[in-house]
């Protein structure tokens, strides 16, 4: 007996991908390549545009000058230039800002995620985000003529500083403050998210262990989420220092190395944000030091940057 075996043909393999890549895709894939490459250029332009003028400046200051421990005053008839005093001012107020903005914004986020219910989220969440819109120069303004005066009329007299020796309510604290509620919707919201991304399987599970809800919170769910945490406190402390508006405002023109804070200071942005904006001869030394200073804010915050991706990827937690 003879079995004969039919021959079927075999099925092509199915694919997503279509044969012939289509015109819109081809059309979206040339946008986004000109929109990274846009972002690239505009990057290489800023940088272009600090560098040069910068060049300019040290022709004319050492550089060892320039981060010498000297008075810093560029305008003044015989100018000076240490920079380690507007230095010291960024610093400070960042050191401020940061006590309130960090711990309140990262309780906040860990309230919203683990114990607020959704009659709650639906409040807070739109308050927040109130708070993130209001322009800076509002901020300023309540710094100045609320937050100040009251800080210094109920300020101890016998705690060293030039609170009652300089006219007007600019000083380091008030500024500090406010700069530190400016900042806490960001910290808060960026936290809250990565508390979130976090799988609900880890909270059952330790709930089923008999663990409580603020052990879940800070034993687990914080742990979890700390490489975004990590990255809202960056990008909470990178807004401070590149803040402008509310320290112009508020914390005064003088250019101090203290964190006494009843204290005037002159940061970074207020010098450059002052300067730019005043009468000052396009060319002269007084003109460079604006890139000068402009390029060394450009460096610290992307050294603050570089630190954050390499924290980021040190405690990124991958989830299946």
Not at 39 to 52: E, F, Q, R
Not at 246 to 270: C, E, K, R
Request: charged share 10%; proline share 7%.
């Amino acid at each position: 007996m003879v079995t004969s075996a039919i021959t079927r043909p075999t099925a092509a393999p199915l694919t997503l991908e279509a044969s012939r890549p289509r015109v819109g895709e081809k059309v979206i894939v040339v946008w986004l390549f000109l929109a990274a490459a846009l972002a690239v250029l505009i990057t290489v332009g800023i940088v272009i545009s600090l560098i040069l003028p910068t060049i300019e400046f040290f022709r004319t200051v050492p550089l060892d000058r320039f981060f010498s421990m000297e008075p810093w005053g560029p305008l003044f008839a015989s100018p000076t230039y240490g920079v380690v005093h507007i230095v010291g001012g960024t610093f400070a107020i960042v050191i401020y800002s940061s006590v309130i903005a960090l711990p309140a914004g990262l309780g906040s986020a860990i309230y919203m995620s683990e114990y607020a219910g959704p009659r709650m989220r639906k409040v807070l969440q739109p308050l927040l985000e109130i708070l993130e819109g209001i322009p800076t120069v509002v901020y300023g303004i309540f710094a100045l003529f609320f937050i100040g005066p009251v800080i210094k009329d109920n300020w101890p007299t016998w705690i060293p500083g030039k609170l009652g020796e300089e006219p007007g309510f600019q000083f380091l604290l008030a500024a500090g403050l406010v700069l530190g509620v400016m900042i806490i919707p960001t910290v808060a919201s960026v936290a809250s998210d990565s508390m979130n991304a976090v799988p609900r399987s880890l909270r059952e599970a330790a709930y089923g262990l008999g663990s409580t809800k603020m052990q879940v919170a800070t034993k687990v769910i914080v742990p979890s989420a700390l490489s975004g945490i990590t990255a809202s406190f960056v990008l909470g402390l990178s807004r401070a220092v590149g803040e402008t508006m509310v320290v112009l405002m508020a914390a005064g023109a003088m250019a101090n190395l203290t964190l006494w804070p009843n204290d005037p200071i002159l940061t970074m942005t207020a010098f450059i944000g002052r300067t730019a904006t005043g009468d000052i001869s396009t060319g002269g030394t007084s003109y460079y030091t604006v890139f000068a200073v402009g390029t060394l804010l450009f460096l610290i915050t992307l050294t603050v940057n570089m630190i954050a991706i390499a924290l980021v990827r040190r405690f990124r937690e991958v989830y299946e």
